[in-house]
T-cell receptor, first 109, second 116 residues
């Protein structure tokens, strides 16, 4: 069956680094998205991975291992504004998008 | 660029009333999605249109829910009759084509529905 697992909540300190993991079991694979969602707002696109490896975009990086069904989102130099939920989503072979429940990230001063 | 536009942003209605949510996708986008988000169930796909045709409506909860896309620039999600358990945020989203490399999905700001 389809399944995407992410930690429910994480806490980190301003200025530090945090890694949010996502593991998936889906019917085929056509790519993986990470989205950020601030409380009361819509999800916004952060990154897309379809090949193994690390994609870096400023303070945010996303890693994918297709053989392990695993991805992580790495946030560096954390800022208070990074407090949000982070959603992992996988595109299956039929191009359906399966969403994880999201990881609520709390940044403390 | 105008993003995905939804209306109303907030609606409070009484149980049994009809609710109509509206969406204008990004111009040129061929795929449109209706999602529902709650704390308990997270983000759930209700229905997906491609080129105005419903492709997958398996997520529509029951017959009380219906969705239409009469043209490429407009879609509606209707709940009749509404029930308190329908209270949620309803997001409309669009993408250029079916989801693959580079075709990210863009969300509207959501319609916050409360049924009392």
């Amino acid at each position: 069956g389809q399944n995407i697992d992410q930690p429910t909540e994480m806490t980190a300190t301003e200025g530090a680094i945090v890694q949010i993991n996502c593991t998936y079991q889906t019917s085929g694979f056509n790519g993986l998205f990470w989205y950020q969602q601030h409380a009361g707002e819509a999800p916004t696109f952060l990154s897309y991975n379809v090949l193994d490896g690390l994609e870096e975009k400023g303070r945010f990086s996303s890693f994918l291992s297709r053989s392990k069904g695993y991805s992580y989102l790495l946030l560096k130099e954390l800022q208070m504004k990074d407090s949000a939920s982070y959603l992992c989503a996988v595109i299956e072979s039929n191009y359906q998008l399966i969403w994880g429940a999201g990881t609520k990230l709390i940044i403390k001063p | 660029d105008a993003g995905v536009i939804q209306s109303p942003r907030h609606e409070v209605t009484e149980m049994g009333q009809e609710v109509t949510l509206r969406c204008k996708p990004i111009s040129g986008h061929n795929s449109l999605f209706w999602y529902r988000q709650t704390m308990m169930r997270g983000l759930e796909l209700l229905i997906y249109f491609n080129n105005n045709v419903p492709i997958d409506d398996s997520g529509m909860p029951e017959d009380r829910f219906s969705a239409k896309m009469p043209n490429a620039s407009f879609s509606t999600l209707k709940i009749q009759p509404s029930e308190p358990r329908d209270s949620a945020v309803y997001f409309c989203a669009s993408s250029l084509h079916r989801l693959n490399s580079g075709n990210t999905i863009y969300f509207g700001e959501g319609s916050w529905l409360t049924v009392v």
